[in-house]
């Protein structure tokens, strides 16, 4: 099978576990995003992908050949895997320039025949007048350019992207996301991306892996994580939730803010019953439930609104566009189906 | 298990393994070569069957012990005030000069002990310059009119040893100032403290661990110092082993007598490793502003320069002039005696030991890096703990391992029916180890630290792109390094220089350096003679003088430079 494969990968710094049983493929053309908190072993899978770090359980298969097996202990040294690793750092070469830097991993007898190669993908990225400065002289932008043409310069079977938008500034990062893609799309090359940035991994992935403390937790497209979340980590993790609990009751749960239906689960079981802001709709006229304004404010695209419930419980409500009632009035609100998960407690 | 084992092909496994294994392999070896010498006293020590251990006890290992720690004492308490208190004077005070005592407190480091015993000597003896001064003045007109001091005794070794080694606290406690985050003096001083109540309670305690560093250095060198003691003859250990050893025959004696001597060296390794882990004092503050620098005037500026001036007079303006002077009368005598032939030996030894234990340093260092695990880092560690080893134990460890291999050696050549003789013996070898195993530290050390600013991810990149571990060595890390490694080759260099001890034992028959052949003139009485020489190796001291001087001045934190 092409692309790439980890099977069945667990690993330990000392007593620390970081990895437990986690698989993850790769397709070619395919990325997939790794979701998840720091510390959550992330890395450490990328690294071991790349051959940084020696296996200690599981298989990694690049391209159809496996090039880790612990059982085995091959372990083929990572510049024998043709694999390309682009740092969180960059990890520019601080002695080159930006074009011995993108040539760093072409063969002598290549590199006449890699340049014009690289000279048009500098073109396309608009570094091409920096080809003969140093790395210290440009900007986090450029130099995450110049780190993911390296990356991509020998041609690589796999491409492997440490929080690769993690150095820049916020208002950069829009612009860089889209080239980068567009840039990794073109190449074709199957990728697999770290992140702790829900909206970065909804950007970019076909696919997204949620981690947490060494496990995989969910596996699936962008909509399948933010609509059929499996737990509720996942859920959290595209921001807070209005979070009450409340036990099954002939299929109905009772919470503060009314009776819901659940499905699935037996009676008596405790339920975590979570509704996103976004799943709240500010509508007087048909809004059943009624909910008294403590504060608006405008965030541009959308307001938040902060309400409460006649017990005090705070409710958080995102709507998009400017909608900013008055504090102390109250409202009718109506929630949204798809934006209601529940779990067992 | 079976079948994803199937998939890995067996010549792949092997040869991966095989490659893991030579940089470790290498770890190893280097700390092999290195511990052999210490072994090989221990042991030759310990399997002597005679009793020359109760002989030693009865006769002249009380004297050793006694005048060995009375330096120590001498010696440790004068490196210890003067250093101390002249790094916070050029460091907190402003006074007439104290810009440039910052690194012209550091030059008498460029002197060895025995260049300074010859000069203080020389110029105090019965007709020195003092002395003739003084029966002039006085109309003495012999020694029994007066009473001098004698010259040649411990105190004057002390003095001497202290002249030439406060640079080590000096530079380390100067250092550990300049560290000190201004807040924590300031918070001092708003909190009651005068300046040096502050001094007193918050910047000494803070860079204690930094002094205990450098008084640990500075014994080891006198531990090591053969030059001084033996001209001043002081029976300390290190001059008891050569005695032993060369005037009465006994190499066993001078193994055991080594052996009781590596004792004191581990106490002041025990005692400075532990200093070292004690020096990571975390400061809470980052703000590191210009340090506040009280303005001295008047009596206390003129105490302050003295204080100052004094050891930098004594340990080099000193001996640098009187050799200087005598180097222009007598650099035809110098010259006479093949001088360039004495500093071509030098330069050679001293180059290839510098290059030799910077690439070995070097490759050490990014073993360790490539597979950090708890044995190679032991290994590691080992291999440099040379530096504390005397040159003498050194010499007894270095000859006799050498010497096997050779009789070894001929005898596979006799069974050959090929006359090879001694391959070893006779040549460069044995020095060129000596140096090695004592200054190998130096390059592991500045190999280490400055690897260590090259990150794991430039490691990483490198690989990922297809370069082996070698490749990026050489590419990546050696030309990052570059500045730093020839920085320790320099050092390495000077030090080679100027040792005494083994370059005397293990130098081949009529194979003089610049040490041994001052050391040779001047204890015939002929520093006159000699001073070109003496002259030359305080001048390639100088070298990492102003290299020290200049990475002390850049090493401030918060600095822009």
Redesign the interface.
Known sequence: MSGLNLRAISHAFGSNQVLNNVSVSVEPGELVCLLGPSGCGKTTLL?LA???ETIQAG?VEIDGV?VG?A?????????K?????M???Y?????LTIRENIG??L?QKDRTQAHNNISARMESMGISDYADVYPHTLSGGQQQRVALL??LA?GPKVL?LDEPFSGLDVTRRAQVRTETLRTIKDTGVGTLMVTHDPEEAMFMADRILVMNEGRVLQDGSPTDLYFHPHDQFVTELFGPVNEFTGAVENNLIKTPIGDFPVTGHEDGTELAFLIRPEGFLIDDQNGSIKLKVVTARPLGRSSVVMMELKDGTPIEARVPGVVLPKAGQTVGVSIRPEQIHYFPK | MVSIAAKAPKSLNVRLKNRLDSWTFFAFFVTALIGAPIITVIVMAFTDTSDIWQHLYNTVLGTYVQQTLLLMIGVGVGVTVIGTSTAWLVTMCRFPGSRIFEWALLLPLAVPGYVLAFVITDQLEYAGTIQVFLRDLFGWTSARDYWFPEVRSLPSAAIVLTLVLYPYVYLLARAAFLEQSVCALEVARTLGKSSWGSFFSVALPLARPAIVVGVMLALMEVLNDFGTVDYFAVQTFTAGIFDVWLNMNSTAGAAQLSTVLLAFVLVLIVLERTARQGKKFHHTSTKYSELPSYCLRGKRAFWAFVLCALPVLLGFILPASVLAHYAINFYEETLAADYFRFVANSLTLSTTAAVVAVLIGLFLAYAVRLSPTPAIKVAARAASVGYAIPGAILAVGVLWPLGALDSMISLLGDYAGIAIGAVMAGTIIPILYGYLVRFLALAYGASESSLGKVTPNMDGAARTLGATPFTALKSVHYPLMRGSLLTAGILVFVDCMKELPLTIILRPFNFDTLATFVYQYASDELIEESALGALTIVGAGIIPVILLSVTITRSRPGSTS
């Open positions: 690294r790349a051959g940084l298989t496996v097996d059982d085995s202990g091959a372990n083929l040294p990572p510049e895997r043709h694999v390309g690793l740092f969180q750092d990890a520019l070469f601080p002695h760093f991993g063969a390296r990356a020998p492997l």
